[in-house]
C-alpha cells in the first residue's frame, strides 16, 4: 500500500515563503514520478508543480513558474519539496501530492489521471 502525507502547510503573509514536504512510502521518492496539485475554494484543483524520475525533469504550471520551484532530498531521498516564494493571495488553496510509478508522457503530469496515490492535502492561507 502507497502512502502519501504532506505537511508544512500553514498561514502566511504575501510576499513571505513556505515549503511544503511530501512523504511517500514504502519506496523512496526517486521510485517515482511526483506531483503537486492545489485546489482553492470553490474551484477545481489544478495542477502546481511535477517532477518526474530523472531527477533535472520539473515542470510548472505558468502561475507559479519562477516562485515555486519543486525538488526531492537528495541525501535521504525519502521527501518530495515544493519551495513557494513571493506568495500571493491567489495562492491560497489545499496543497496535494500524488505518486505514480508510471512515467510522464506527452505532458501528462499536467492531468490529475497520470497519478496514482494521493495525500489528504495541507491547507497554505496567504493574507494580504
Known amino acids: 500500500q502507497v502512502q502519501v502525507v504532506e505537511s508544512g502547510g500553514t498561514v502566511v503573509q504575501a510576499g513571505g515563503s513556505l515549503r511544503l514536504s511530501c512523504a511517500v512510502s514504502?519506496?523512496?521518492?526517486?521510485?517515482?514520478?511526483m506531483g503537486w496539485f492545489r485546489q482553492a475554494p470553490g474551484k477545481e484543483r489544478e495542477f502546481v508543480a511535477a517532477?518526474?524520475?530523472?531527477?533535472?525533469?520539473?515542470?510548472y504550471a505558468d502561475s507559479v513558474k519562477g516562485r515555486f520551484t519543486v525538488y526531492r532530498d537528495s541525501a535521504k531521498d525519502t521527501l518530495l519539496y515544493l519551495q513557494m516564494n513571493n506568495l500571493r493571495p491567489e495562492d491560497t488553496a489545499v496543497y496535494y501530492c500524488?505518486?505514480?510509478?508510471?512515467?510522464?508522457?506527452?505532458?501528462?503530469?499536467?492531468?490529475?489521471?497520470?497519478?496514482?496515490?494521493w495525500g489528504q492535502g495541507t491547507q497554505v492561507t496567504v493574507s494580504s
Open positions: 500524488a505518486a505514480t510509478t508510471r512515467a510522464f508522457s506527452a505532458g501528462s503530469f499536467r492531468f490529475e489521471s497520470a497519478y496514482d496515490w
Open positions: 514504502p519506496r523512496t521518492v526517486s521510485s517515482y514520478a
Open positions: 517532477n518526474s524520475w530523472i531527477v533535472t525533469n520539473s515542470y
